[in-house]
């Protein structure tokens, strides 16, 4: 059985930084792109950081670029997000991806999801 399984998250404060990971399983990722996206309450899912299989390329949304970073261990099998000066905008469920094929495009199509992690942002 494949699984994703993020963790990491929790209630932190403005301006803190926080890392998450994501752990996968039943199946070697090590050549598929892996990616996070997040979910705020009444929002659609948006995209915040993409790596290629080789960890060489990364990708970022807009409203991250310069405070988060993304990360892998292919020996691991572990993809972390590493997140600094964090905002109540941050707040959401962050979701671990791992897509179809080595590469990351904004039209590669996702083949996993896992359930999630909660991160909460609030003085």
């Known amino acids: 059985q494949v699984q994703l399984v993020e963790s990491g998250g929790g209630l932190v404060q403005p301006g803190d930084s926080l890392t998450l990971s994501c752990e996968t399983s039943?199946?070697?990722?090590?050549?598929?792109?892996m990616g996070w996206y997040r979910q705020a309450p009444g929002k659609e899912r948006e995209f915040v950081a993409g790596?290629?299989?080789?960890?060489?390329?990364?990708y970022y949304g807009d409203s991250v670029k310069g405070r988060f970073t993304i990360s892998r261990d292919n020996a691991k099998n572990t993809v972390n997000l590493q997140m600094n000066t964090l905002n109540p905008g941050d707040t959401a469920v962050y979701y671990c991806a791992a897509y179809y094929g080595g590469g990351w495009t904004r039209l590669a199509p996702v083949l996993y999801w896992g359930n999630g992690t909660l991160v909460t942002v609030s003085s």
């Open positions: 790596i290629d299989w080789n960890g060489v390329r990364r």
């Open positions: 039943g199946r070697n990722f090590k050549n598929n792109a």
